[in-house]
Every structure is written in structure tokens, then in C-alpha cells.
């Protein structure tokens, strides 16, 4: 089983970036696809971005050209570089992996984009 800690929440004006992060306590982190979900209050969890083991990418509509998601095999550590944030980014940010048996969640972290 792997364990996921996000980082890098916080507040930020519209127009700002962040990046958040999510390191994997396993040494064997190149296994997994990674990806990023959102849950805003009320809503449903969405995703926002994901990542294979082969590096391929894919984003929410919402999000294409805003996000970068990326990982670091070497560091056990995947990033959302979120740029242009609108306030409907507001959000408590998930971090997941996936193998061929679970998927695994992070605790969440929490995204608040003010206007």
C-alpha cells in the first residue's frame, strides 16, 4: 500500500499560481498512475489532471492550458503547477494513485483562490 502526503494549498488572488505536491512513501512510485482531483464544497469530486507511467498527460477541460502536471520518479513525487486561478479553483485538492489492485488517496489539501 502506498501513502500519499499533498502539499502546497493555500490562498491565492485570482490571477496568482501554485504548485502543489504529492510525495508517495513508496520506493517504487514509477509504478503508478498518478492524477489530481478536486472536490469543491457541495460537489462532486472531478478530476483535474492525471499522469501515466509513461509520462502521457491528460486534463480537464476546464484546466487544459491553466495546469502542468508533472512527476519526479526519482523523488516518489508528482506536481500540479496551476497557473491564471480562477476562484472556481477553490477546492480541496486529492492526490491518487492507481495500480492494478487500488486506488490510493491522499488526506487532501486545501486551494481558496479569492476575486
Known amino acids: 500500500q502506498v501513502q500519499l502526503v499533498e502539499s502546497g494549498g493555500g490562498l491565492v488572488q485570482a490571477g496568482g499560481s501554485l504548485r502543489l505536491s504529492c510525495a508517495a512513501s513508496?520506493?517504487?512510485?514509477?509504478?503508478?498512475?498518478m492524477g489530481w482531483y478536486r472536490q469543491a464544497p457541495g460537489k462532486q469530486r472531478e478530476l483535474v489532471a492525471t499522469i501515466t507511467t509513461g509520462g502521457s498527460t491528460n486534463y480537464a477541460d476546464s484546466v487544459k492550458g491553466r495546469f502542468t502536471i508533472t512527476r519526479d520518479n526519482a523523488k516518489s513525487t508528482m506536481y500540479l503547477q496551476m497557473n491564471s486561478l480562477k476562484p472556481e479553483d477553490t477546492a480541496v485538492y486529492y492526490c491518487?494513485?492507481?495500480?492494478?489492485?487500488?486506488?490510493?488517496w491522499g488526506q487532501g489539501t486545501q486551494v481558496t483562490v479569492a476575486s
Open positions: 491518487n494513485a492507481r495500480d492494478c489492485a487500488a486506488d490510493y
Open positions: 513508496k520506493s517504487r512510485f514509477s509504478i503508478y498512475a
